[in-house]
């Protein structure tokens, strides 16, 4: 997730159908535009899909009610986070829905070139972190102060990790500060890569199994949170442009509004398709409740949306009918 998911990340998917577990690293679509991208006179529309299971169910929810309360046929793709604002831009995808925010690109196609226009919020604040697992902090409570991190070092070691620390991530396409953080705070820790967010949350699980100790990378909003309590070590506070230079960031990742974009002559043409997504946010709550049932009770992602709408009216005809 850039300055955000610089910060996390984190599925191709037909019509119908999103990934059913959290992603694996997103693959580099590009150059494989939708047919249905940007079609003149069609009451189609095509969404980019990121690899995390928070912006699979924000696309499923709306792909469901595009499709069954305003008859649209719509498209996912799944780039990467960089790569889906040149997809926007050139046409090939019509809105990114979960935005964790991407200034550089913003300045250039929003602001220089206007090929790309804001959606609104989305509703939620992400935020990227590190966390130990609550058990563990409970029994040590000043690991929740990064100064405290090296003392911890030789219990949170594990074989991949070097002989330091370990802190886990998860795929390596995801844009972190992380190993910067590690060498300007002069920690004792490696940053080991899962893969993905799927196999981030397979080890995070079963290290709460088994009750052991461990450091990772992690986001909110996030199911998981639900599953296994984690609880947040405090970095060097956030200031803003602190980030600015990759390679000397010594400070916290920061609390970031999430924001949807569309293609700016789908912003003007796409009519209430445009008007819909434009309306659409929600709370962390709800996101989560989709995700939930998503990733962990294995709806599929029409099943869960479906489930969704069912019973959040009130949330979703607002997003039909708001002017």
Not at 17 to 45: E, I, R
Not at 276 to 305: D, H, Y
């Amino acid at each position: 997730m850039a300055r955000t998911r610089t910060h996390a990340a984190l599925a191709l998917a037909s019509a119908g159908a999103l990934l059913a577990v959290t992603g694996c690293g997103a693959a580099d679509m590009t150059k494989q535009a939708s047919p249905y991208a940007n079609a003149q006179g069609a009451k189609t529309v095509t969404l980019s899909v990121q690899s995390w299971v928070g912006a699979q169910a924000n696309v499923a929810v709306a792909s469901y009610l595009l499709e069954h309360e305003l008859g649209y046929r719509v498209d996912t793709v799944q780039i990467d986070e960089v790569p889906a604002w040149d997809a926007l831009s050139q046409g090939r995808v019509d809105a990114i829905l979960e935005d964790w925010g991407h200034p550089d690109q913003e300045a250039r196609y929003v602001d220089e070139k206007k090929t790309i226009a804001p959606g609104g919020g989305l509703g939620v604040t992400g935020h990227i972190g590190w966390f130990v697992p609550t058990y563990f902090a409970e029994r040590h409570p000043d690991v929740t102060d990064w100064r405290n991190l090296n003392k911890y070092a030789s219990q949170l070691r594990t074989a991949e990790s070097g002989g330091k620390g370990q802190l886990l991530d998860g795929s390596p396409s995801y844009v972190t500060n992380d190993k910067a953080l590690v060498n300007n705070l002069d920690l004792d820790y490696q940053v080991v890569f899962a893969g993905s967010e799927a196999a981030q949350i397979t080890q995070i699980k079963q290290f709460a199994k088994e009750k052991k100790s461990f450091l990772t990378y992690w986001y909110k909003p996030q199911w998981l949170f639900q599953k296994v309590p984690m609880t947040e070590v405090k970095l060097p506070a956030y200031k803003e442009g602190c980030d600015a230079d990759p390679e000397k960031v010594a400070c916290a990742y920061p609390h970031t509004p999430l924001q949807k974009f569309l293609n700016a002559d789908f912003a003007e043409k796409g009519g209430s398709a445009a008007r819909f997504l434009e309306n659409f946010t929600w709370t962390t709550e709800q996101q989560n409740e989709v995700a939930l049932m998503i990733a962990e009770q294995k709806l599929s992602p029409e099943e869960a949306a479906a489930k969704w709408v069912k019973t959040n009216g009130p949330t979703w005809k607002k997003w039909l009918t708001k002017k």
